[in-house]
């Protein structure tokens, strides 16, 4: 009886909360990915950022 308690609350609690924090390490990885390539694509050959990624870096409430 006490491996059938052990067993629902492993799949109660901890699947969920795995599933979750592995999403959200996921997701964090997969930002810093696409974000890193957006800097990369939008330099000129001399290395300055192109009006693009001025742009998304620029403070529109200023």
């Known amino acids: ?4 308690v052990v067993i629902v ?3 109660v609690v901890v699947m969920p909360v ?3 924090m592995s999403g959200a390490a996921g997701a964090g990885l997969l930002g810093w990915l696409l974000g ?3 800097d990369l694509d939008n ?3 001399s290395g300055e950022p192109n ?3 001025t742009i998304s870096d ?4 200023r």
Do not use: F, I, K
């Not at 009886?1 to 059938?4: E, K, L, S, V």
């Not at 620029?58 to 409430?61: G, R, T, V």
């Open 1 to 4: 009886m006490a491996g059938a």
């Open 9 to 11: 609350v492993l799949l």
């Open 18 to 20: 795995g599933v979750a």
């Open 36 to 38: 890193r390539d957006r």
């Open 43 to 45: 330099v000129d050959s």
């Open 51 to 53: 009006e693009y990624l």
């Open 58 to 61: 620029s403070n529109p409430w």
